[in-house]
C-alpha cells in the first residue's frame, strides 16, 4: 500500500498536524510551515485515520485518511 500521504493546506501558515486513530486515539503531532507536506505512513497499520491540523489563528481543519 502507501507509504506517504501527500496533505495540501488551505493555505500557507503555521500548522500544528495531531493524528488519530479511528477511535480518536492521539498517535502523534508535527509541525509545519508549508501549504503541502508529506505524512510518513511506514508505521501505521491498515485503517482510517483523522488528521486534524490547526493554524497560528487557532482555525481547525480534519480529514479522513485511509491506508490500505
Avoid at 497499520?45 to 490500505?68: C, H, M, N, Q
Amino acid at each position: 500500500g502507501e507509504t506517504f500521504w501527500t496533505v495540501r493546506t488551505p493555505y500557507l501558515a503555521k500548522w500544528d498536524l495531531e493524528l488519530f486513530d479511528a477511535s480518536g486515539r492521539y498517535l502523534r503531532k508535527t509541525k509545519n510551515y508549508s501549504q503541502q507536506f508529506e505524512i510518513d505512513l511506514n508505521d501505521l497499520a491498515s485503517g482510517i485515520y483523522i488528521l486534524v491540523a490547526t493554524d497560528e489563528s487557532g482555525s481547525r481543519y480534519s480529514t479522513k485518511l485511509p491506508k490500505r
